[in-house]
């Protein structure tokens, strides 16, 4: 089975009876067999995926499939899928078998894609190198001493490794976007409330967001069509009523560059040039580039840490052992309580909860979580007040290129500061794109646009010419 770079080119050769929606899931799961090494799978559903294939394929032949017939997709292990096992990567929700489907899975498989298996990540999406997985590391497939990102990694390195065509993962503070960008792949987070959350295990609720990942821009936005609009089951999910902010159609668009993103202290070499190349190119194809400040820059780390480990040790407070999953033995409640979350939660989610409790505690909220929130009034109107003046934000995904598995495990507060450009657009909750840039290294660099509430499908249109450059 050749490598397809798009769903196009996979549709052209269903239609063409090149091959066969159940080759390509025997082709899936053939190379998911052959690449086991890089832990991106937790689970596969074959027989399931080859008994949907057979389907799909009869219904190709009566011109009666879906828009995305011929996609074979992974999803995040924190997405639940009815009758299926979902743990969010954690020992306490081993065994789990999900009683409903996510709204997204349910318009995927509507649109006959085949969901192919579910994907290793951090433990409940905290992390940005697949390392507090239950399941241990994924392995980046460039090069398997080093990370493929997190806290989406599974879905990253199973899309660039050829595992399956597209993935999805979850993104609170990046969690799609860095590991793409890690895997040289597209990573797409939806504007806040444009994807329904619906079945998504709940990480900070108010940033949680589910978002494609791809090898292409134009494979994001075909997911995006399907996954995206009004859900009933979710209500901060508005869906497509607010495409008032539409951008009107043209090829030239104007961009702000946030100086101090490009100036950061420590930022990796080789991503600032191949960053400044872009900028160069993008001046050539006529667009505008204009530097601007954040001065809020140095607080987005630590405003997005204080209010998302705020809400998951309160999102995180259902999993008890009487409700959900493992649960301890004893007679005792609290005990039994205490116990379940001592031996079930890992060391990270451990610390996240006890932070979140801290910060949200009657003696310390003033100090840690109103002060964080104010910071999030702010960069929502800096962010708003820059996309008055400019079509799009512009910056690099990421600080650095993939590290070492391991190498940045004793540090923490250097692997929270790997978030520091990806956090901006969950604090404001604007839609922002990661897409690979052109260079001949063995990493590459990515770059990440931010643009104005529910544009997203202007802006994955955009991406499309820039990915190009
Ligand atoms: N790396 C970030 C964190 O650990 C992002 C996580 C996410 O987006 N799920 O919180």
Known sequence: ????SSLKQIQQDLHGQKISCEELVLGYLGRIKNNKQINAFVETYSSEAIASARKIDSKIKLKTSGS????????????????????????ILQGFVSPYSAT?????IEEDAIIIGRLNCDEF???SSNETSIYGPVKNPIDTDYTAGGSSGGSAAAVRANLCHASLGSDTGGSVRQPAAFCGVVGFKPTYGH???HGLIAFASSFDQIGPITKCVSDSRLIMDVISGKDNFDSTCIGEKTYSQKLEKRSKYSFAVIKDAVELPGIDPQVKAQFLDLIKKIKQEGHKVEYVDLPLLDYLTSAYYVMTTAEASSNLARYDGIKYGNAATSKDLVQLINTTRTENFGKEVKRRIMLGTFVLSSGYYDAYYTKAQKIRSLIKKDTE??????????LPTTPNLPFMLGEKKPNLIQRYYEDVFTVQANLSGHPAISFPLKANYKFLASAQLIGKYFTDKDMLNTATQLSQY
């Open 1 to 4: 089975m050749k490598n397809y």
């Open 68 to 91: 995305l017939a011929g996609l074979v997709i992974g999803i995040k292990d924190n997405i639940c899928y009815k009758d299926h096992h979902v743990s969010a990567s954690s020992k």
């Open 104 to 108: 997204v899975v349910d318009r995927l």
């Open 125 to 127: 999406a905290m992390g």
């Open 195 to 197: 994807v329904s959350r």
């Open 385 to 394: 007040k820059i996309l008055l003046k400019y079509n799009y934000i512009l």
